[in-house]
């Protein structure tokens, strides 16, 4: 979505057989974000995967922005978000209840976290 200047939202939306989580990614033109994830807010709800009411509100058109993988800072694609002016406001680490999978493919790898009961490490 990033070398197509799109707008993305990856929508949690079941299991596969062997009971990994899958996904489905809903995506439109460049700064479409309210309304794609009103949609993905839907999705969610009608997939009974509905996220916690949300804490703040935003009042400005910037958003604040969690990445993980070759966005990060110093990584491969972080020229992707500086490039727009992005900055780093905040480090952090994942909670213990995920673990941190390298996907296949890459370069650049790309991460994957699977939420667990035990193994979880803060990465």
């Known amino acids: 979505m990033n070398l197509l200047d799109c707008t993305a939202a990856a929508v949690p939306s079941g299991f596969t057989g062997n009971g990994l989580p899958c996904r489905v990614t809903l995506f439109g033109r460049a700064f479409t974000d309210p309304y794609l994830l009103s949609v993905a807010d839907g999705l969610q709800h009608l997939q009974g995967f509905a996220a916690p009411a949300p804490t703040v509100v935003a009042r ?24 727009r002016g992005e900055r780093m406001i905040e480090s952090t680490f994942s909670s213990p209840d995920y673990q941190l999978y390298a996907l296949a493919g890459g370069p650049p790898f790309r991460p994957g976290m699977v939420r667990v009961k035990d193994g979880g490490v803060l990465a």
Do not use: F, I, P, Y
Not at 60 to 83: F, M, P
């Open 60 to 83: 400005s058109d910037r958003a604040r922005l969690v990445v993980c993988g070759a966005h990060l800072e110093g990584l491969a694609l972080n020229w992707q978000l500086t490039l």
